[in-house]
């Protein structure tokens, strides 16, 4: 039955060649095609085929899910990194000529890799934006234009080099591209004061799928909604945003307050899922649910940890804490008064003392292999359900959980002002997260399936018709396009996503790119049936 290996050998030689021969000619053509389209010469150094030593590197370098560098997750063609914008424009034009299928990264923070791998549409190319990051502050203007590859890190880092009294509210993580972070809302924690970054941008560059960049003006306002929040590449290419400046005090206050089970964690989380909606705007206190070990050997506990900002001095703190939390404890040897900027290093992790600068660098401080999904919670989780979850915690090797304060500024702006849709009612919204550190199949179904089983389980405390999520959390087990999905197929998580606004964000899609060019896994489908 066994075929001899003389046998496989020349037919694996025949399919290995037929395979780098055309291989070697989409990236060929593509060169010749771009040559022949781009207003600015391109430099060599431009392209990255697997041949090139570098590739892995490169590819990996702001990859942040490893789950999606695995060996068998398909690779693209080649890489290309636009210099110019004129570059990637160029790169729509010969794509759609050549029929090859694109994937545009700016951060590489997705969390479904969906910007570097794909696991419906191969061949493809990675068009990587990280060459284009220039970012211009006009503070008299109270304005910035930022280019799709920057971090939001450099972004905070460039505003507060003009000023200490101006700062932007998108993510908490400084690594995160601004080019993708924004097309999903990007929340952070000046949320409760201003809203997402998306509440906040006034004009945008893009590449239409017909290869011409539009501003504000030239794209119109039912496109320029459907970026701002309408998760991404599904629309077009993202070359810049102009973003609005908001205030901020020179001097503001953070602070992590641990509490364990031991020190009864568990009223006092039933008591912040009252208050942290109606807290003081100024105020946003997230909560970081992570287990943890305890002094006696070999025995675990839940640590769920208060981490705030509050834009303004520890002593008005304390008095808004004092009236509306006291159950916290919070002291005033917990409080430390710095400056915006350097509270941002605080809430993303960096040790102490870390300058600013830092956040040039661009790099995310941690890497693994990850599973996410998200919630939006509107009526307190009981502390007998609370007491449930915690034995489920306890149960995984790296379970986290971070609760987000709703309410304030949130809680003002109307459903449909931008696609994403979760506002007011909602208290919180709860990430839960497993990492792992070894990518074998069986650790990774492992950990799928745990997470899997506590989503199951919170669906009893959350409402389910539809159930919410957040877009930048992209979750495939909500569902996935399989070439051309219907909007009846795709509606289960679009509308999880962005509720009553999916609809419109089809209708739009079906305007701009009736040929479905800009697709996905879970991008916006074009109109198919009437549903
Ligand atoms: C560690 C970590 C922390 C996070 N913290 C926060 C947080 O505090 N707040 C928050 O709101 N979110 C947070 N997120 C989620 C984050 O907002 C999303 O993952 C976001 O999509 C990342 O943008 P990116 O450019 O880094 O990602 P990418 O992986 O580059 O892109 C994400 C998606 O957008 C598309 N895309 C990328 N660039 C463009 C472009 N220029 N034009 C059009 N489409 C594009 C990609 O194809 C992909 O579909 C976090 C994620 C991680 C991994
Ligand atoms: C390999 O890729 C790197 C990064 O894109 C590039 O600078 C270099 O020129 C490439 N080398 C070759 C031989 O193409
Ligand atoms: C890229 O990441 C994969 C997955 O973690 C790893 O196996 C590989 O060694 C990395 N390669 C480089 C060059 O960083
Ligand atoms: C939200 O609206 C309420 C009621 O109008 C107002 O008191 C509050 O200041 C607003 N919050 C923000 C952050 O604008
Ligand atoms: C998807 O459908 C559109 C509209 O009918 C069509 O133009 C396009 O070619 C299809 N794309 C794919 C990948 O099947």
């Known amino acids: 039955m066994a075929f001899s290996s003389t046998m496989i050998l020349p037919l694996l030689l025949v399919l290995l060649s037929a395979f780098s021969a055309t291989s070697k000619s989409v990236q060929e053509n593509f060169m010749q095609c771009l040559d022949a389209n781009s207003e600015h010469p391109i430099p060599i150094s431009a392209f990255c085929s697997q041949t090139n ?21 398909p690779k693209p063609e080649f890489i290309f990194i636009p210099v110019y914008e004129s570059h990637a424009k160029s790169a729509v034009i010969c794509a759609k000529r050549l029929a090859i299928h694109l994937r545009f990264r700016s951060g590489g923070h997705d969390y479904e890799g969906l910007s570097y791998a794909s696991e419906i549409e191969t061949p493809f190319i990675l068009i990587d934006l990280n060459q284009l990051r220039s970012i211009n502050v006009d503070v008299d203007d109270n ?11 450099e972004v905070y880092y460039r505003i507060s080099e003009k000023s200490k009294t101006h700062g932007f509210p998108a993510g908490l993580c400084s ?41 504000r003006a030239a794209m119109g ?20 945003w102009k973003i609005k400046l908001v205030a901020v005090p ?61 834009l303004g001095d520890a002593e008005r703190l304390l008095q808004v804490m004092d009236q509306s939390f006291p159950e916290l404890g919070l002291a005033r040897k917990d409080c430390i008064e710095t400056s915006w900027i350097k ?27 990850f599973k996410a999904k998200s919630d939006f919670v509107q009526q307190p989780i009981p502390e007998t359900a609370l007491e449930k979850l915690w034995e489920m ?60 089983g506590l989503y199951d389980y919170m669906s009893a405390y959350v409402p389910t018709s539809p159930r919410g ?5 992209r979750d495939l087990d909500l569902g996935m396009n399989h070439n051309n999905a219907s909007y009846t197929e795709a509606s289960v998580w679009g509308a999880m996503y962005f509720k009553g606004n999916f609809r419109r964000l089809v209708k739009i899609k079906s305007k701009v790119d009736p040929g479905n060019f800009f697709r996905h896994e879970q991008s916006i489908p074009v109109v198919l049936d009437r549903a």
């Not at 304005?143 to 890190?153: C, N």
């Open 53 to 73: 030593s570098s590739f892995t590197s490169v590819l990996n370098s702001t990859a942040q899910n490893l789950r999606y560098l695995m060996p068998l997750v």
């Open 143 to 153: 304005s910035a234009w930022v280019q799709a590859g920057a971090t939001v890190g």
């Open 175 to 215: 690594s995160l591209g601004i080019g993708g972070h924004i097309t999903g809302g990007a929340y952070g924690s000046m949320m409760r004061k201003y809203g997402l970054g998306a509440d906040n941008v006034l004009d945008a560059r893009i590449v239409d799928v017909n290869g011409e960049i539009l501003d």
């Open 221 to 240: 306002e039912d496109l320029f909604w459907a970026i701002r929040g309408g998760g991404g590449a599904s629309f077009g290419v993202i070359l810049a």
């Open 250 to 310: 020179e001097t503001v206050t953070v602070f992590t307050v641990p509490k364990t089970l031991e020190q009864g964690a568990t009223k006092i989380l039933y008591r912040w899922q009252q208050v942290a909606d109606k807290l003081d705007d100024d105020l946003f206190i997230r909560v970081v649910i992570q287990v943890t070990k305890t002094s006696l050997k070999g025995k675990r506990t839940v640590t769920t940890a208060y981490n705030a900002l509050y």
């Open 343 to 369: 509270s941002v290093l605080y809430i993303a992790g960096f040790p102490s003392e870390t300058p600013p600068e830092v956040l040039l660098e661009g790099k995310s401080l941690f890497k693994n292999y």
């Open 393 to 452: 915690l306890l149960e995984e090797e790296s379970p986290l959980m971070i609760w987000n304060p709703y309410g304030g500024m949130m809680a003002n702006i109307s459903d449909s002002a931008i696609p994403f849709p979760h506002r007011k009612g909602n208290l919180f919204k709860i990430q839960y997260v497993t990492s792992w550190y070894e990518g074998s199949k069986d650790a990774t179904r492992k950990h799928m399936d745990w997470i899997k």
């Open 469 to 473: 999520a957040y877009v930048n959390y």
